[in-house]
């Protein structure tokens, strides 16, 4: 594949996008230096750029791109239904069959209301834990990437210079001028250690609502957690009448019932976002009848009026139908099958480069890193400048190479992947690997 690269036609758009959008990006996650790239089309696994320099995808929009660009099915799907129109003011059976197919695809899913992203399915799923419970307060995980929202924002980046004692992480808000009563509401919890995390919690269980959890969050480095950790924590959940919310925004893919059946965990609520919207914008949270019953107008229980304009469009529950129904059990199988293989492999040439990195990851999804020694919790997985300038040898290196990855240097694999595209990645990645073995 050619990777030669014309820059300027992408260089000019850029700066027109520095004078309307701020950084001349609408997201961090499109940000690049010395500019983004630009896409003309898509198909398959393969983006093509506004150079006409058509590269690998293994960031899939940030892994919620579970079939790919331009899916014919999902292109036929959604078709047919935007000559029918886009959003409605009343209901749509397309609603009703996608949570009874989410709800029988998926052991202890009840109920479920349908939104608009990620961000807004943890969102509703706080605010229907505490409706439930009649408490202000939540936990997350140090590290933890949980949307753009206050609460969950609270430790989201934290760093040596403020993440205090790792015994008792310091609350750090993410954006400058959050309500300090906001980030009062947020326990942090060390991820992976049951003994400070359950006595941090202790501290505040007359208070906590929920406890919010990722089984293999991105940022605390893409390592499922420990088997006796979840465990732990579950149990204190249910003797404190806490809710366990769990966030499934990436990790369902991880398993055709998502990664909780794994754990044999039946959390309260799970949110979910990302591959159920088939590449339109979406969120879901799903739960015990009990709690979502908050949001139920017919209910006695109901304390949560719930509203969103695009809520349930028939644009994103048509896609996303047909995305889960092409998901099934085989294709799970297969994707985490290629991406077991490539981690692997993976750690194998890392073996055999000599480079200081290791590879961590689940499902169909894998993360390097540029740490001798694979991370199990944030402070672990947070990096130093150091490696972070052998991160980017690595991401232009991919780059170059005619692959696209996720700007932590993870990759997402999607169902139009094969042997042959993953075989492609390592080859590249084993070029890279050695780049950075030589770096002082
Ligand atoms: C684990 C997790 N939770 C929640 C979100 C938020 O989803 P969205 O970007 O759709 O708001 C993300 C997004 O990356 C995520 O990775």
Redesign the pocket.
Known sequence: MSTHVDVTRSAALYERALKVLPGGVSRNAAFRDPHPLYADHAEGCRITDIEGVTRLDFANN??SLIHGHADPDMVRAVTAQLRKGTAYNIGTEIEVRYAEYLNERIPGFDMMRFVN??????MVGIKASRAFTGRPMIAKAEG?????YDFVEVSQTPSPANWGDADEPRRVPLVKGTPESAVNEVVVIPYNNIDRSISLLERSKDKLACLVL?LM??RVGLNPADPEYVAALRDWTKKNGVLLLL?E???LRSHYTGLQEQYGLRPDLT?M??MIGGGF?I?AIAGRRDVMDVLNPRSKSYVYPHSGTFSANPISLTAGLAAMEKFDRSEVARLNGMAERAIASIREMIRQTGARASVTGGGSMFRVHMKATAPTNYREAHTTAEENKRVKVMLDHMFDAGFILINSCSCALSTPMGDAEVDDLLDAMRSGFEKIAAMP
């Open positions: 940030m892994a992203s990620g961000t807004e399915a943890l933890a990437y949980h949307g753009a990722d969050p991105h966030d925004v990436i990790t949110a976002g990302k914008p969120g």
